[in-house]
């Protein structure tokens, strides 16, 4: 175990090892100006991923958009083909009627 031994040396001799901790300390330390210009490039780069990122989110939600449109579009068609094949064929409404709800239900609404 480390003791203190400061007790046992004369004053001037803990003055002066203090002063040289001191010194090794303002060595290793980075100057205000060094430091400023890492922060700011560190905000720099965080400020351009972060609007990277936001411009792909943008790109995202655009497609989604395209996507649910294209979705709702296919959908009335399938209702629009469904409702046709029913009129000429009057007697499969048995066969509908085992479908999956699903299938007549309107996307339109979901977000």
Known sequence: MCTNNTEKLP???VHSFERKQRSKRSKVQVPRRVRKKCE????????????????ENQSLIEENE???????VLHQENLALMSEFQNKFPDSDSFFDSLPLFFFTNTNNRR
């Open 66 to 72: 395209k996507l649910r449109k294209k979705a709702s």
């Open 11 to 13: 004053s001037g001799l």
């Open 40 to 55: 700011e490039k560190a905000e720099k780069d965080m400020e351009l991923k972060n609007l990277k990122l936001f411009l």
